[in-house]
Structure formats: structure tokens, C-alpha cells
């Protein structure tokens, strides 16, 4: 069992940046691929970022590429996501995984075993 508590979240304006944290509990969460979603309201959860056990290798979606940044601290049992250069369209719930499994799925919900409560992230215009 992973237990997963999001935080960092808040207000900003367009152009600002936050670094989203998640920590995770248990010393097993080292051995989980670990990935970021968010959630707008009236919309699907989507993915936004993966990473692997070993931070070797990161996935992200098209809308992210190039301003956001994944990264875990496995000493720390910790994920982060640096955003930078936010816009109003990445106002949305974060939510951070815990999962497995190959490259090609970790943009997939069903890939993904355990899940944080999601901290609200708000870029006004």
C-alpha cells in the first residue's frame, strides 16, 4: 500500500511558476512509476507528466513539453513538478500516481494503482 499527499498547489498568474510536491509513504514507493494528472473542472482526468524508478526516463504530454519538469527524490520518497510559464489552461486539479508497467502506458489512468487526494492549481490571466 502507497499513500500519496499532494501540496504546493495555490493562485498565480499567468507566466508565474509553482513546484508541485508529492510524498509518498512507504519505502516501496521507490519501486512505482510515478506520474502527474490533472483534472479541470467539466473536463477528464488527463495525463501530464511520468517518471521512472530510477528517474532515468520521463514521459509528457504535448501541452506540457518544454515547461514543466518532473523529477522524484527517492531518498525522500518525494515527486515533484516544476511548472514553469503557467497559462490560464493549466488551471486544474493535480493529482499525483503510483503505478507500473511500460513507457506506453503511463499515460493511461488504468496504468496507475494508487492515488493523492490532488492540490488545486489556479493561473489567472
Known amino acids: 500500500q502507497v499513500q500519496l499527499v499532494e501540496s504546493g498547489g495555490g493562485l498565480v498568474q499567468a507566466g508565474d511558476s509553482l513546484r508541485l510536491s508529492c510524498a509518498a509513504s512507504?519505502?516501496?514507493?521507490?519501486?512505482?512509476?510515478m506520474g502527474w494528472f490533472r483534472q479541470a473542472p467539466g473536463k477528464e482526468r488527463e495525463f501530464v507528466a511520468a517518471?521512472?524508478?530510477?528517474?532515468?526516463?520521463?514521459v509528457y504530454a504535448d501541452s506540457v513539453k518544454g515547461r514543466f519538469t518532473i523529477s522524484r527524490d527517492n531518498a525522500k520518497y518525494t515527486l515533484y513538478l516544476q511548472m514553469n510559464s503557467l497559462k490560464p489552461e493549466d488551471t486544474a486539479v493535480y493529482y499525483c500516481?503510483?503505478?507500473?508497467?511500460?513507457?506506453?502506458?503511463?499515460?493511461?489512468?488504468?496504468?496507475?494503482?494508487?492515488w493523492g487526494q490532488g492540490t488545486q492549481v489556479t493561473v489567472s490571466s
Open positions: 500516481a503510483a503505478g507500473g508497467g511500460l513507457p506506453g502506458r503511463w499515460s493511461r489512468i488504468s496504468t496507475y494503482d494508487y
Open positions: 512507504g519505502r516501496t514507493s521507490s519501486n512505482y512509476v
Open positions: 517518471i521512472s524508478r530510477t528517474s532515468g526516463y520521463t
